[in-house]
Nanobody, 115 residues
């Protein structure tokens, strides 16, 4: 089993920045892909960004140029630097890690962008 714990959420004004962090622990051999998802109220959970073990990244169109995902394979952590935040970025952000063949989720951290 792998446990994921997110941190760094909060309330921020439009145009502001936040950094989310996710730490994995437990029975880790190699986490292949680590990703961030978000779920706005009443909506489905959508992919925000992911990074493979080798460093390949992918971003949702809505966050390209504003968000940056990074990871430390030695420490089994993944971060999401979020800049130029917009009200539509509001939601619960979840960390997901895949250790083939299983995927694990964190409990989520709330991000609210509001003036």
């Amino acid at each position: 089993q792998v446990q994921l714990v997110e941190s760094g959420g909060g309330l921020v004004q439009p145009g502001g920045s936040l950094t989310l962090s996710c730490a994995a622990s437990g029975s880790i051999f190699r986490l292949n892909t680590m990703a961030w998802y978000r779920q706005a109220p009443g909506k489905q959970r959508d992919l925000v960004a992911y990074m493979t073990y080798g460093g390949t990244t992918n971003y949702a169109d809505s966050v390209k140029g504003r968000f940056t995902i990074s990871r430390d394979n030695a420490k089994n952590t993944v971060s999401l630097q979020m800049n130029s935040l917009k009200p539509e970025d509001t939601g619960v952000y979840y960390c997901k890690a895949t250790q083939i063949p299983t995927s694990y989720w964190g409990q989520g951290t709330q991000v609210t962008v509001s003036s």
